[in-house]
């Protein structure tokens, strides 16, 4: 196979170091790998800013999705109501899973680059006394937009709500402090901003939420509070977990460390953004989301012509090194850029200059 960079919001482009990790067989019951998932939960609370004591990690095999529903399915009850947030394919996601597992729930819907409204949420709140729960995707990978988590919070702080934030594409790509913003619910992926690789997604929750889950769940494997239990006894994942990948992902954490933690690899994640949507705009490819929204992980361009064919595109950039995402709206074309992985300046400016070259070949 070709090897070409990914830049696409996960999946991402790893580190040769990272991908060794995979080269070794290990074994679930090992007390070595057992420590491993230790170490890995122990990491993850201090990228969150959490104690032990008021918070704890559960990991959950599978992909980012799995993570979310298994909070879902484990967090609200039925007499619970949840009011969802959404703004994207990721947030409608949810409200799907609220249906296939009966929930009661209330979805308020915005426009795709638009902001939720504040005084929406809480006209919302005030009328429906029955809500016992809010949810939001943080990073929005639909778009690439960056949902307002302080003022949701900040909300559910005073309305006394639950709070369960989906920060798949942002967790270990920008700080986010879990007890300052009163997250009961933190949910993201192996793949994503960490830079591990595809296998299992975690939770950061707390503790006294999570303690009042038992027997809640609809599902053997995607029970919160049993898988947490397993964990808590001695590190063992309830079912078979994907070794290799948590592997990857311990190796991924320390680099991330390395790198000067999540201020640091935030700051090349938003340099990477920066030249990207300044480059593009030069050549008439423009944003979809407007800068003051935008996040620093993955960006949405509309199509610069009515000549302009993805595929054509994809397929072109592909064989010079690349590979992009193809855009997920419906009312308009679009295709996307991640920059999140090992992507650097050089690797941004080879793509726009790339870029430049194709656009410059359609529009004549």
């Known amino acids: 196979?070709?090897?070409?960079?990914?830049?696409?919001?996960?999946?991402?482009?790893?580190?040769?170091?990272?991908?060794?990790?995979?080269?070794?067989?290990?074994?679930?019951?090992?007390?070595?790998?057992?420590?491993?998932?230790?170490?890995?939960?122990?990491?993850?609370?201090?990228?969150?800013?959490?104690?032990?004591?008021?918070?704890?990690?559960?990991?959950?095999?599978?992909?980012?999705?799995?993570?979310?529903?298994?909070?879902?399915?484990?967090?609200?009850?039925?007499?619970?109501?949840?009011?969802?947030?959404t703004n994207g394919a990721y947030g409608e996601r949810i409200v799907k899973m609220a249906q296939y597992i009966g929930l009661s729930f209330k979805e308020y819907c915005v426009e795709y680059d638009e902001y939720p409204n504040e005084a929406d949420i809480r006209d919302i709140l005030e009328k429906d006394q029955e809500i016992t729960h809010m949810i939001m995707v943080h990073c929005e990978t639909t778009t690439g937009i960056l949902n307002p988590l302080d003022m949701v919070a900040n909300l559910s702080k005073e309305y006394g709500k639950s709070l369960i934030i989906d920060a798949m594409s942002s967790f270990g790509g920008m700080e986010i402090n879990v007890p300052s913003l009163g997250i009961d619910y933190l949910i993201s992926s192996a793949n994503k901003c960490i830079q591990g690789v595809p296998g299992f997604g975690f939770v950061i929750a707390k503790r006294e939420k999570l303690l009042a889950c038992e027997g809640n769940a609809r599902s053997l494997s995607l029970d919160l509070y049993d898988q947490w239990k397993a964990m808590e006894k001695d590190g063992k994942w309830r079912f078979t977990s994907p070794t290799h990948?948590?592997?990857?992902?311990?190796?991924?954490?320390?680099?991330?460390?390395?790198?000067?933690?999540?201020?640091?690899?935030?700051?090349?994640?938003?340099?990477?953004?920066?030249?990207?949507?300044?480059?593009?705009?030069?050549?008439?490819?423009?944003?979809?989301?407007?800068?003051?929204?935008?996040?620093?992980?993955?960006?949405t361009f509309l199509f610069p012509n009515e000549q302009f064919n993805f595929d054509e595109f994809y397929s072109y950039m592909k064989e010079r090194g690349f590979v992009l995402y193809p855009g997920k709206l419906t009312d308009v074309e679009t295709f996307r850029i991640g920059n999140i992985g090992e992507i650097y300046e050089d690797d941004i400016n080879e793509l726009c200059n790339i870029i430049e070259e194709y656009i410059g070949v359609v529009t004549k």
């Not at 969150?48 to 999705?65: D, H």
Request: hydrophobic fraction near 40%; charge should be negative.
């Open 1 to 85: 196979m070709k090897n070409y960079k990914l830049l696409t919001p996960g999946p991402l482009t790893t580190t040769s170091t990272v991908k060794e990790q995979m080269l070794f067989d290990r074994c679930t019951w090992d007390q070595d790998y057992k420590d491993i998932t230790k170490k890995i939960r122990a990491q993850l609370l201090e990228f969150a800013g959490a104690t032990n004591e008021e918070y704890t990690v559960v990991l959950m095999q599978g992909s980012g999705t799995f993570a979310v529903e298994s909070v879902m399915n484990s967090a609200i009850t039925n007499d619970d109501k949840a009011l969802i947030i």
């Open 245 to 299: 990948v948590v592997a990857a992902f311990s190796k991924a954490i320390d680099e991330l460390m390395d790198e000067g933690g999540i201020p640091a690899r935030f700051a090349r994640y938003q340099h990477n953004n920066r030249i990207l949507r300044e480059r593009l705009e030069e050549v008439g490819v423009h944003a979809y989301i407007s800068a003051d929204k935008q996040s620093p992980i993955i960006t």
